[in-house]
């Protein structure tokens, strides 16, 4: 024990002074150093250096769909890359697993949504899909829409692009300079958008991005016939539609991709996370049948946009693997019916908590609404989010844009023994609060 203690220690101290962590509290990291340091994961558990285990009740960030530990994704990944680890797609190279996985995603993506261009991961998916719809604005002769509308809630990642497209003001405003041609929308008003295109002008506008589910703005759930209203907008305008599924993508939502709920189809559709559950790091964007025939008719040349790690062949062989288990072992249906038990969950508290207040969720995406109290200064769902941890929960508070929310999105491999878990956890983590 001592000597675990003492590695612990040596580790807490090489991460304070040399690992400047992705979207964490800098001072918090400097005075308490890393909340854990992980070394295993097992179905929803993860187990840190201490040997503490928790319930990975985010999925590490709405990611390891087919949950911690599969061996023989770890297989499929030594096999590729003893075999060829790695050549670029650039000059129309090409390799198995990409082709393989192309075609995959064509078989089960919405729509008629047929050719991948494959990233690294959701900001570059998303960059990935602004670049691309300009361009094929440019191809068609229409060089002066160049816009791109999001929604103030949205979190499209953090490349350039991508934060200029985020909705979220705090993302924005982290730095002092960023990409022109995006505009906001209110979000889930269809109406917002048609003034928007409006005041902006229709021909200066390429396309309109959304989430089905937007996830880091605090899960919250599009109504019923949003956007069906905006795809009608958008091709009332000629403008492109894109859906941001890197979060809703995979059977998080209990559907294999989010907007499948609202019966459309999107121009693009940006992905990442659970292609390959986050075994390996891959992303894309897919295009319409009818966008891709134009940019073959209309394209010249070389087609200016690619990431060495496009077509990955390691990534893509384990995200075809990925895509095997998730359909062999049901787990969208799965994600469908603990994702009810969730809820279900949720509104228990909802009856026993007092602090409980709106509960919300598609699939496995929950959101727990704090009620505010005027005793209360500060927002309280960070405070859950350390008792929950203490206690062997993992889940996320989301404050901006004045909430105070809990936002779950456990494995699909979830089962009902475990969301049983995670209630009663929250439980005792909201009862020790109150
Ligand atoms: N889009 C959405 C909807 C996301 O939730 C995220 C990340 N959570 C991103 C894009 C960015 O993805 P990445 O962090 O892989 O760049």
């Known amino acids: 024990m001592i000597k675990d203690l ?217 109504p019923k016939d949003y956007f069906k209203k905006i795809r009608n907008i958008c091709d009332e305008y000629g403008i492109l539609f894109i859906t941001d599924e890197v979060i809703t993508g995979f059977g998080r939502t209990g559907k294999y991709f989010g907007i499948e709920h609202y019966g459309v189809a999107p121009d693009m559709m940006c992905f990442a996370k659970g292609v390959t559950s986050g075994y390996a790091q891959l992303g894309g964007v897919m295009l319409s049948e009818r966008i891709h025939q134009e940019l073959i008719e209309f394209s010249e040349g070389t087609l200016l946009h690619g990431y060495t790690y496009s077509g990955h062949p390691m990534a893509c062989a384990v995200a075809l693997k990925n895509l095997e288990i998730i359909e062999r072992e049901n787990l969208i249906e799965n994600a469908e019916i603990m994702g009810q038990e969730m809820l279900k969950g949720f509104k228990w508290l909802q009856s026993n908590r007092k602090i409980v207040g709106e509960v919300r969720g598609l699939g496995l995406m929950g959101g727990i609404e704090i009620v505010k109290e005027q005793k209360f200064s500060t927002p309280i769902a960070p405070l859950i989010v350390s008792e929950a941890a203490k206690r062997g929960l993992i889940c996320r508070s989301v404050t901006f844009d004045g909430q105070d929310t809990l936002v779950f999105a456990p494995p699909l491999t979830i089962s009902k023994t475990e969301i049983d878990q995670m209630i009663d956890i929250l439980h005792d983590s909201i009862l020790a609060f109150e």
């Open 6 to 222: 003492d590695l612990v220690q040596t580790l807490a101290e090489l991460d304070k002074k040399h690992f400047l962590h992705p979207t964490s509290p800098i001072k918090q990291q400097q005075e308490q150093g890393p909340a854990f340091i992980f070394t295993e994961g097992k179905g929803v558990h993860l187990y840190d250096v201490m040997g503490k285990s928790v319930i990975d009740g985010m999925s590490s960030l709405w990611n390891v769909n087919v949950g911690h530990g599969r061996e023989e994704i770890g297989k499929v990944a030594m096999e590729q890359m003893s075999k060829l680890a790695f050549t670029s797609c650039f000059a129309t190279f090409s390799n198995e697993p990409a082709i393989r996985l192309a075609s995959k995603l064509s078989q089960i993506a919405p729509g008629d949504l047929s050719a991948t261009f494959f990233t690294s991961g959701g900001s570059e998916s998303n960059d990935t899909a602004y670049k691309l719809a300009r361009h094929y604005w440019i191809l068609k002769g229409q060089a002066g829409r160049k816009k791109i509308i999001s929604r103030t809630k949205s979190y499209h990642g953090v490349a350039m692009g991508a934060t200029s497209a985020t909705g979220l003001k705090p993302f924005r405003d982290f730095t002092n300079s960023l990409a022109p041609d995006f505009c906001y929308v209110e979000n889930f008003s269809a109406q917002s958008l048609r003034e928007v295109i409006e005041a902006e002008g229709p021909e200066t506008v390429a396309a309109f991005i959304a989430e089905p589910v937007q996830g880091a703005g605090g899960v919250h759930v599009a």
